[in-house]
T-cell receptor, first 116, second 110 residues
Framework: NAGVMQNPRHLVRRRGQEARLRCSPM?????VYWYRQLPEEGLKFMVY????????ESGMPKERFSAEFPKEGPSILRIQQVVRGDSAAYFC??????????????FGQGTRLTVV | GEDVEQSLFLSVREGDSSVINCTYT??????LYWYKQEPGAGLQLLTY???NMDMKQDQRLTVLLNKKDKHLSLRIADTQTGDSAIYFC??????????WGAGTKLIIKP
């Protein structure tokens, strides 16, 4: 039973390009959460998705950022027209239910985005 | 607003106990968590404590919660080189939202 898989592990983009980050949740998990970690800061909540639905995107910037979790395939976090300030580690977590909070959630290894 | 504070570094000798401290602000938090992040790796849930508990012990790990002072600590007994990592404290503010500290880097001296 593979854990939460994120790819790529490292991504380098030039300013103005698009970044696509993928997250495959653990088998049987239908809840996905994306967090962003800026250097020397804690993680910040971005978005919570269930299959085909965005439940809460209150932590996601209104422009350039979007997320989806289709019926088939991984969850995608998309950043359009990247800027240097988007450089961060992006973590995905998944759970089978949010009821017990993160006691039953598992994190991926993260994607480290560098914008040059 | 909500905030979680941790010191950025802690240095201990191998074999000693490590105590990592954390303060939080949301008195309605139901769960408080400790995560471990090793270099280049993801976040591993180490332990968590429910807000109606004062202490939780799990092998070498002891979590103490002082609700009055909103203070959480993680004690690692007999610290080993494999314990070198960044330790994050986080408080649950909703079913799916955690507020995270900036992490404490634990450095082990031989």
């Amino acid at each position: 039973n593979a854990g939460v898989m994120q790819n790529p592990r490292h991504l380098v983009r030039r300013r103005g390009q698009e970044a696509r980050l993928r997250c495959s949740p653990m088998k049987g998990h239908s809840h996905v959460y994306w967090y962003r970690q800026l250097p020397e800061e804690g993680l910040k909540f971005m978005v919570y998705l269930q299959k085909e639905n965005i439940i809460d995107e209150s932590g996601m910037p209104k422009e350039r950022f979007s997320a989806e979790f289709p019926k088939e395939g991984p969850s995608i976090l998309r950043i359009q027209q990247v800027v240097r300030g988007d450089s961060a580690a992006y973590f995905c977590a998944s759970s089978s239910s949010p009821r017990r909070g993160f006691a039953e959630a598992f994190f991926g290894q993260g994607t480290r985005l560098t914008v040059v | 607003g909500e905030d979680v504070e941790q010191s950025l570094f802690l240095s201990v000798r191998e074999g000693d106990s490590s105590v990592i401290n954390c303060t939080y602000t949301d008195s309605s938090s139901t769960y408080l968590y400790w995560y471990k992040q090793e270099p280049g790796a993801g976040l591993q849930l180490l332990t968590y404590i429910f807000s109606n508990m004062d202490m939780k012990q799990d092998q070498r790990l002891t979590v103490l919660l002082n609700k009055k002072d909103k203070h959480l600590s993680l004690r690692i007994a007999d610290t080993q080189t494999g314990d070198s990592a960044i330790y994050f404290c986080a408080e649950r503010v909703s079913n799916y939202q955690l507020i995270w500290g900036a992490g404490t880097k634990l450095i082990i001296k031989p």
